[in-house]
């Protein structure tokens, strides 16, 4: 049958069960390489991408047919296109990956205990991480580079409509895995569309740490809500910007126009501005001349100022516009502005343009974001502008990590203890 | 009805979820108060549990009527009985608590980005904690204590048959808090015994940041497969001590008597010896004559040199005995000692004794436990002994805590930056 449609799920079948179980037991592997050996082995991954080329193109054209069959909307089609000059860049991130400090291993400051041991702690691999993803093929090669240098094995389940590209992508990054003595299944690439197979691999907390979903909310949700493992997420970026009554004006337009015009769709974007009742009257103005072509919403008194402003709801606060739409509030204060980020906020990025002193330190320590900024634009809320390197998502829950995480964040700690014969003796009652 | 039985609800109806809005409110109070505020209220709290002894005392008599009525084992009526020394140790530990550096506000190493803005991260509480546990009237003072001063709320839900005494104890909190003008609704315990508020309370995720479970293995499981919260627990200690062919002997020895007699029932106790084949005929005699009174368990290698040990089974290769039994392995070499972890280790505590540097340099890297030691007891891993002053809890799962859990793993980091207008102004593509 030459003209059979092509199914996505592969001949054969195996377990989502006995894949985290491969996982698991290369990832054992990984966690004992050295930098040295885990660097050649993402050079090797790079080298295999731009070797597989044409491979991985033509699994991408096949991709692109099917999704234009199915009337995909163009901005998908363009999220999912892959070109040489993209997979020449998923080449260099992962030789970029390689470039990286490697967080495994390190102890930090030992210190003697009044019994005689030493006590350190080691930082170690977390042991498997489930990647669930709906973004475009270059976070197969992505993800699968961070997770392995932080000596992890990874689980990948991309979206359904890159099947294709990822196992291509995935294909060459086994090559190279199988070219350095090293396990493929160290990256193990869901083969099926089958969302089941989503709802499985959440459940199997006995092979998998942590998991990590990648796309809209409604997918965030679901593995959210049913996963047994845990989850690191955030869900939306609603970020404000607090023009203090003592803000430099000048800046707080420059971070608006940053935060609102250089790339609205992002979750560090802007998508709502507070402003003080001082400066409101001198500030307003500025703000809607540097933001032309976007819709201003405000209240009674953002618009006793700007008339031009459209009427904002209770639901634009909450909202992540993603596009060219800010909701204003002038306040009366400080409070005010902190109330309405605890209301409103989502944990992510929080920005304050003031010169006062005390006023910066006091939304530095109150305000709780994983993310908080004085007189800088909330677009720097990233991985790699923070210092992490690279990021593999972003966290708004407090456990484990919150905000950007980098490689230091797919690792743990444990404790390390040296002696020469120490014991307790005691007897204590607990 | 004067002899009416009293319930165990109290009677006004607030909903769980009512009661965590609140906690949550007051943890907003606590995260800001300054470090010196929190120890007076320490302090405070350290003072009303004397004032109120006699209120206490009351009160746990009443529990153990109750108790003892119900048939219930002596080991258990110990566990909950109260005395006047017991209430004066949990003031004690209260005021210890306040000695304790505060983890709260430290920013760790700030660095100057290429964009100019300087970024650190801050240490701030978690929120709220949900602590639920089987455990003794202390553990209502000792973790209100702990996570207070780490500055975040606690919902205390502990075991039905000490109910009285936890309410007398937290009424002493209370009153602390209140004459701190701090809001008693920070130290929230449930006002009924009845389970399904556990179950209501776990999937509080919008109002609760962490759950920590201690107690039987039953209620830990049933607390983490119903959570919509992340929890943090460990179901058991099944730790190891492996003696190395390189092994000094005595210190073995030492380490095996404190692992095995010092106190069996706690959970860093050895549960089984594994011993290099090359030491066996050596050592078994010796750990035979060191453990008069332990029954040991082992395969034929063990009984060969040892004809009075039992046939080992294995379950008892997975059991965590909390008495006088050992499980006894011969492995022919460090692979074999290191593989049988793997396959029935809980990832909590494992030893090795060794003289051989490079055994050592292995084990500490490539075992997977919470707390590795060489040549030292495992009764070290505890809070204390390690270093962190008090304990909360341990944790044998890796997200966020690994290992025993002090002030520090009561709270997150989150990212501060500060600027001088610095703007991104980059459109790059994602």
């Known amino acids: 049958m030459p003209n059979a449609p092509r199914t996505t799920t592969l001949a054969e079948e195996v377990s989502t069960e006995a894949l985290a179980q491969g996982c698991k037991q290369a990832a ?19 080298e295999a991408l731009r070797a597989h080329e044409d491979a991985i193109l033509a699994a991408n054209a096949e991709d692109l047919q099917q999704a234009r069959a199915a009337d995909t909307p163009p901005a998908l089609l363009d999220r999912l296109e892959l070109t040489p000059d993209r997979i020449a860049q998923m080449a260099a991130a992962l030789q970029e990956v390689a470039s990286f400090a490697d967080p495994v291993g390190a102890i930090d400051a030992t210190r003697r205990r009044p019994s005689g041991i030493e006590v350190g702690r080691m930082r170690v691999p977390l042991g498997v991480i489930a990647m669930i993803y709906e973004a ?127 790339r609205p769709a992002v979750c560090n974007a802007l998508e709502t501005l507070l402003v003080h009742e001082d400066v409101a009257a001198d500030f307003l103005p500025m703000a809607q001349e540097a933001l032309a072509g976007v819709e201003l919403r405000g209240g009674a008194r953002t618009r006793a100022i700007l008339p031009e402003a459209s009427e904002v709801t209770e639901e634009d606060y909450h909202a992540e516009f993603l596009g060219p739409i800010l909701a204003v509030k002038v306040v009366a204060d400080y409070d005010e502005a902190t109330d309405h980020i605890v209301t409103y906020g989502s944990n992510h990025t929080e920005v304050i343009v003031t010169d006062h002193l005390p006023t910066a330190q006091r939304f530095t320590r109150e305000v709780d974001a994983s993310v908080v900024l004085v007189n800088a634009s909330s677009r720097f809320s990233d991985g790699g502008e923070l210092g992490l390197g690279a990021e593999i998502g972003i966290s708004t829950t407090k456990l484990h990590a919150y905000g950007p995480m980098g490689l230091e964040a797919l690792t743990t700690q444990k404790f390390v203890v040296q002696g020469a014969g120490e014991t307790r003796h005691d007897v204590d009652t607990l």
């Open 28 to 46: 054992r592997v990984v966690a004992q390489c050295s930098t040295a050996a885990k660097n050649r082995a993402l050079h090797a991954m790079a």
């Open 136 to 262: 475009r093929p270059n976070v197969t090669s992505d993800a699968a580079g961070l997770c392995f240098k932080a000596g992890n094995g990874v689980i990948l389940r991309g979206g359904s409509n890159a099947f294709r590209s990822n196992h291509a992508v995935a294909d060459a990054l086994h090559d190279a895995l199988r070219s350095e003595d090293l396990p493929p299944e160290a990256v193990t690439l869901l083969p099926t569309t089958d969302r089941k197979a989503i709802t499985e691999l959440i459940q199997l907390n006995n092979h998998v740490d942590l998991v990590i979903p990648r796309g809209g909310e409604g997918l965030i949700r679901f593995v959210d809500e049913n996963s047994r493992i845990p989850v690191i997420k955030h869900y939306k970026g609603v970020c404000h910007l607090y023009v203090d009554r003592a803000a430099n004006l000048d800046i707080a337009r420059d971070l608006l126009m940053d935060g609102k015009l250089s």
